[in-house]
């Protein structure tokens, strides 16, 4: 962690909780976090439960996050949810291209890209996520995937617009395995996309730029990543469901 950049801890619950049990893990974690000064904290329920959890911490130090969007205004996307629709509910952050959308969904470079383009567009700040398979890092090509992705990701992005940005490193053998990067790998992970950034852009927006990591963080591995000097924060999924949990990452020393 680079004390110029200010944390940020997320919780992606994926496609857990309802309206009723989401307001109930928010209300609980509400007072767990409530003195937290120093660091963004984001939730990111599924799009059923957004209304219950805006409404629970209206007011309060944490943040509302959406897992996804479609990269039009409007119109005959069925099933689909647009960025308006998100800042209706006070969505500040939208999560796109996670490993899981990637894989199951098939989204693409291209499709996350067009989102990332519309969230910035309408004012949404996207965290942006990229991560390796097992096979693509045993075979050597770690760097060339990290490097398309972050490429694919930002194409035509402005440098005003990347400040807003959140990338999310997601190796993605290690979410919900219960393995975890090292520290030290992951960290180098996030400096191969600081360096990415500094080639596209320049030396001061790549050291601006927040890098959370994502893969089984847990309360008892979150201070050593944190203690990385290129690791900005954390995008926590099964942690994050538990508010006793989420809360103490959140609190990492």
Known sequence: MNPKRRPIIAGNWKMNMTATQARELASKLIPLVASV????IVLGPPFTS?????ETIKG???SLAAQNLHWEDKGAFTGEISAEMLL?????YVIIGHSERRQSFGETDETVNKKVKQSLKKGLLPILCVGETLAEREAGKLNDIISRQVTGGLKDIQASDMQKVVIAYEPVWAIGTGKTATPQQANEVHALIRQKVKALYSAGIADGL???YGGSVTPANVSTLMAMPDIDGALVGGASLKPESFAALVNFK
Request: contains cysteine.
């Open 37 to 40: 000064k120093d660091r963004d």
């Open 50 to 54: 957004i209304a219950s959890v805006a």
């Open 60 to 62: 309060t130090n944490i």
């Open 88 to 92: 209706d509910l006070n969505c500040r």
């Open 210 to 212: 927040r890098i959370q």
